[in-house]
């Protein structure tokens, strides 16, 4: 079927589908996937979604051929999608030493609808690149995906399917010569790294010495990939102002020197103040400044999810980057909503940060980005 030809006027592609929320990582799991339903509730109550076009899995599955079980093995093994596809929680006692193999087990608990699941926050983050790369929008956003762990051939830290690979791999099939991936998660993007090439540029930050372990600022990626990934490895604490001093200027570097033709930012809210996994201390403004500043540049731009653990916070987050992407300012009192009482005692969008140290002296703080900006003068485009 045909689509009407102003379907894209708004040129701002929204994905939410309806069923995110009813995956369940299952109690005490960390990872809840209904505050990716939540924030669809605020943003629909700021009524800012008015200035995007909505799109969800019925249309992915209608106008975009490309994205079908196929194009989860551009990036994974056969064996490992075919795991996904067969197992449930009734029969994996059938398959526990595959399981074993591809990592599955507390992290990663096998879902039920595990391949639905997959499906569903992996098609938003293709599709979104696939609307970009066609320049059907300028900007796509998918709340539900950022999932930045997962590896060809193992389910890691919550993460099955690696859709931020997958965006990137739909970004760079027709004219775009070179991709950048922001990663603000306060985790490694080390399942992103993987896919290196002098193509694809990788940046993370996160704090270092916690889960997965990588990320070291001497680990610039190897072969073609040498130069390509760029880590800024941090203490706890870290705030607005050492975002705005010493990652944005290593952002603009890289724009400099790699001049990506596109992007795609994962927008972890573990990074936030009061995270129950993390221990940064960013205020929901520092964190949507990453958002905020690379917007600026023009470029297409594709918005993702990935962690956030305080489940009042991570909807907070991502209204708030959804507002900096239509150009919207927010009245900070929240509008009435099913979710309301989620946010109280306050009701506000923005929350305080904590009293806590920052941790990253101004020194070593330094020391990174001069060690980056080097490392980055070896970038010939
Ligand atoms: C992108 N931290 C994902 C971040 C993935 C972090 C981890 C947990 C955790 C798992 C649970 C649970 C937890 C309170 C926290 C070494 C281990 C320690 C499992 C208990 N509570 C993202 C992954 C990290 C699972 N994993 O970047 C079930 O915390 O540190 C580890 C590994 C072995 C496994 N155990 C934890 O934000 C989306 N997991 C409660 C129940
Ligand atoms: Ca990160
Ligand atoms: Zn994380």
Redesign the pocket.
């Given at each position: 079927p045909d689509q009407p030809s102003d379907k894209w006027n708004k040129r701002i592609a929204y994905y939410f589908d309806e069923t995110i929320g009813s995956y369940n990582?299952?109690?005490?799991?960390?990872?809840k996937p209904h505050r990716v339903a939540m924030t669809d509730t605020l943003v629909r109550s700021y009524e800012i979604d008015k200035k995007m076009n909505h799109f969800d899995r019925d249309y992915v599955n209608t106008y975009i051929r490309a994205v079908n079980e196929k194009i989860l093995t551009n990036f994974h093994s056969d064996e490992y999608i075919e795991l996904i596809q067969k197992v449930h929680p009734n029969n994996k006692h059938f398959y526990e030493d595959q399981l074993y193999r591809f990592n599955f087990?507390?992290?990663c608990?096998v879902l039920d609808r595990l391949y639905d699941y997959c499906l569903t926050y992996a098609a938003g983050s293709v599709a979104g690149a696939n609307l970009l790369a066609n320049q059907k929008v300028d900007i796509a956003l998918n709340w539900s995906g950022?999932?930045?762990?997962a590896k060809q051939s193992e389910a890691?830290?919550?993460?099955y399917i690696n859709d931020c690979v997958l965006a990137i791999l739909e970004l760079l099939k027709p004219f775009i010569q070179r991709v950048l991936y922001i990663d603000i998660?306060?985790?490694?993007?080390d399942g992103v790294e993987e896919y290196l090439t002098d193509r694809v540029m990788t940046s993370s930050f996160h704090k270092y010495k916690?889960?997965?372990g990588t990320g070291h600022l001497d680990d610039i990626g190897t072969q073609q990939g040498k130069f390509h990934a760029v880590n800024f490895p941090l203490n706890e604490g870290l705030d607005d102002q050492s975002i705005c001093l010493y990652y944005k200027p290593v952002l603009q570097k890289i724009m400099d020197t790699f001049r990506p033709e596109a992007v795609v930012l994962q927008c972890?809210a573990?990074s936030l103040s009061g995270d129950?996994?993390g221990c940064f201390n960013l205020s929901i403004k520092g964190h949507g400044e990453c958002a905020t500043f690379m917007k600026s540049f023009g470029v297409p731009i594709i918005l993702l999810?990935?962690?956030?653990?305080t489940l009042r916070n991570v909807p907070r987050c991502w209204v708030y980057e959804t507002s900096v992407v239509v150009n919207e300012e927010l009245q900070d009192q929240m509008p009435q909503n099913e979710f309301l009482h989620y946010f109280g005692p306050e009701y506000k969008l923005h929350m305080p940060i904590s009293n806590m140290e920052n941790q990253n002296s101004k020194r070593y703080l330094e020391e990174v980005i001069n060690k980056i900006k080097i490392n980055l003068n070896n970038i010939s485009p």
């Open positions: 990582y299952a109690n005490p799991h960390p990872m087990g507390e992290d608990p950022g999932l930045h762990h890691s830290g919550f993460c998660d306060i985790h490694h993007g916690i889960f997965p972890g573990d129950r996994l999810g990935g962690g956030g653990y």
